[in-house]
């Protein structure tokens, strides 16, 4: 295992490749680093590079991430796997594939392992923040994860198997597409690690070619993220993790709104529209009995109109040791239906991978699930 604090491969700049190559010729950076980006590929893969060097750099750099778990649902369109970090510490990614979207394949990317917003109904939450995770830990869970579904991609079976050591997979296939979209909306928040976050952004668009347009970073509402994200020289799209339209029910269920109350927020994310003309996604997790009455969409309809906002429904999935409740399939389609009739753009997001507990942070929490109270029904 690399010892904490230990550097990726990932982790370096190509400058500072170079100079791990000492005498190497220069065009091997250009080789290495087109491999491991554009190509993602291993280093065991790129034959084009001597053996001898691919294994100075495997043992300088061994890779940040091992997995531990992997499971595969949804006909195999849904990859979910837990990540050991080098100091033990666990982070989740996801792969969906969307065969009925023109093949799209989204890798959702962990920025923290856990995470300290401490948002009443995530199950991220339960373990509270560790640490932040650095560029190469984040560009490595995309190609980590591009790996695998490669790997798998058609094999039929449904036996268990293994890409490492006291790694388990089961199901089917995953898509071997090449990725083609990036959500930062996995564990973590990003706006809270956002260096390394936005340096793991130009890696994925410059050296992957990953289109701004086709990256996401969310946030539960980190102000000071959100202005940056304005002023950067790339326009990815920003998701907030809105959840409530009225500042004592968002104080409950988004703690930092105290910090940072709607009308701060709005603030900031027209800041960001007025720059990038980017429309933003407004993300409404549906808890029964708590966001999801009327009352609830209609407080919601002039935030979203006031920034022509597109809605994302989530349908809350069951987590291990949770109290709360995922709003019906009725109440879901009632609460869009309500939004639509306002003229407010909304969709109702696929609840991908429940029976692999593939929200994020339910793959870790099954295993260390304690209990946690419903938020109580403000009106």
């Known amino acids: 295992m690399t010892p904490p604090g230990a550097r990726g491969l990932y982790d370096l700049t190509r400058a500072e490749l170079g100079e791990a190559l000492g005498d190497e010729p220069g065009y091997r950076v250009d080789q290495l680093w087109e491999g491991m980006y554009a190509q993602m590929r291993s280093l065991e893969e790129l034959t084009n590079v001597p053996k001898g060097l691919r294994q100075r750099l495997a043992d300088a750099y061994p890779n940040t991430l091992r997995p531990t778990t992997q ?21 989740e990614t996801v792969l969906m594939h969307y065969p009925q979207q023109g093949g799209r394949t989204t890798v959702c990317v962990s920025s923290q392992a856990g995470c300290a917003m401490g948002c009443s109904f995530c199950a991220t939450g339960q ?18 994860a591009h790996r695998i579904g ?20 089961s199901g089917n296939r995953v898509s071997g597409n090449r990725v083609s979209n990036i959500v930062f909306m996995g564990m973590g928040e990003p706006m809270a690690n956002f260096d390394p976050t936005w340096e793991a952004v130009r890696r994925l668009h410059d050296d992957v070619g990953i289109g701004a347009r086709h990256i996401t970073i969310s946030t539960v509402g980190l102000v000071p993220g959100i202005r940056r994200l304005a002023e950067a020289d790339l326009p990815v799209n920003l998701a907030v993790s809105l959840h409530a339209a009225d500042d004592d029910l968002r104080n409950e269920l988004v703690p930092i709104n105290r910090r940072w109350p709607l009308e701060v927020l709005m603030e900031a ?22 966001n999801d009455r009327f009352e609830d969409a209609d407080r919601l309809v002039p935030l979203a109109r006031r920034l022509s906002a597109h809605v994302n429904l989530i349908p809350l999935n069951p987590t291990p040791g949770y109290e709360v409740r995922g709003s019906s399939r009725n109440r879901v389609h009632a609460f869009a239906r309500r939004l639509t009739d306002a003229g407010v753009n909304v969709t109702i997001r696929d609840t991908r991978g429940s029976d692999i507990d593939a929200a994020c942070g339910q793959l870790r929490a099954g295993h260390e699930a304690t209990a946690v109270r419903a938020p109580r029904r403000l009106s």
């Open 71 to 91: 499971s595969v649902s949804d006909n195999g369109d849904t990859l979910k796997v837990l990540w050991e970090l080098a100091d033990g510490a666990t982070v």
């Open 150 to 169: 490669r790997s798998r991609s058609g094999s039929g079976s449904t036996s268990s198997g293994s890409t490492n050591s006291g790694s388990t997979i």
């Open 127 to 144: 373990a509270g923040f560790e640490r932040h995770l650095s560029t190469g830990e984040m560009v490595e869970q995309v190609i980590g």
């Open 269 to 290: 994310c027209e800041q960001y529209f007025s720059a990038t003309r980017r429309r933003i996604s407004f993300e409404w997790a549906l808890i029964s009995d708590v």
